[in-house]
Nanobody
Framework: QVQLVESGGGLVQAGGSLRLSCAAS??????????MGWFRQAPGKGREFVAS????????NYADSVKSRFTISRDNAKNTVYLQMNALVPADTAGYYC???????????????WGQGTQVTVSS
């Protein structure tokens, strides 16, 4: 059984920073074999792509809305992927989810093994 557990969310003022973590576990899950991604979902909206990182961390991809403010990274020894979020704005308020990519793409359907999410709320 594969489990992804996000943490690090919270309430922060605009301009502040948060660091999200996503820890993966499961006897049959080889974390280093998967490109990992972060998505977010605001109330009343669909889940949108935020960032992804290749298996060895050498390649990253970001949504335009977070480029230059967010940084995705991973530690394969710890089976963990991170999302450093700086210069937060109220529009970043959402539930943040990590997932493993099973086919190329940035759509929700291209990912599997979703975690339960962690809430980020940015106050103005």
């Amino acid at each position: 059984q594969v489990q992804l557990v996000e943490s690090g969310g919270g309430l922060v003022q605009a301009g502040g920073s948060l660091r999200l973590s996503c820890a993966a576990s499961g006897r049959t899950f080889s974390f280093s074999s998967y490109r990992m991604g972060w998505f977010r979902q605001a109330p009343g909206k669909g889940r949108e792509f935020v960032a992804s990182i290749s298996r060895n961390g050498g390649d990253t991809n970001y949504a335009d809305s977070v480029k230059s403010r967010f940084t995705i990274s991973r530690d394969n020894a710890k089976n963990t992927v991170y999302l450093q979020m700086n210069a937060l704005v109220p529009a970043d308020t959402a539930g943040y989810y990590c997932a493993a990519q099973f086919r190329p793409g940035i759509r929700e359907a291209d990912y599997a093994y979703w975690g339960q999410g962690t809430q980020v709320t940015v106050s103005s």
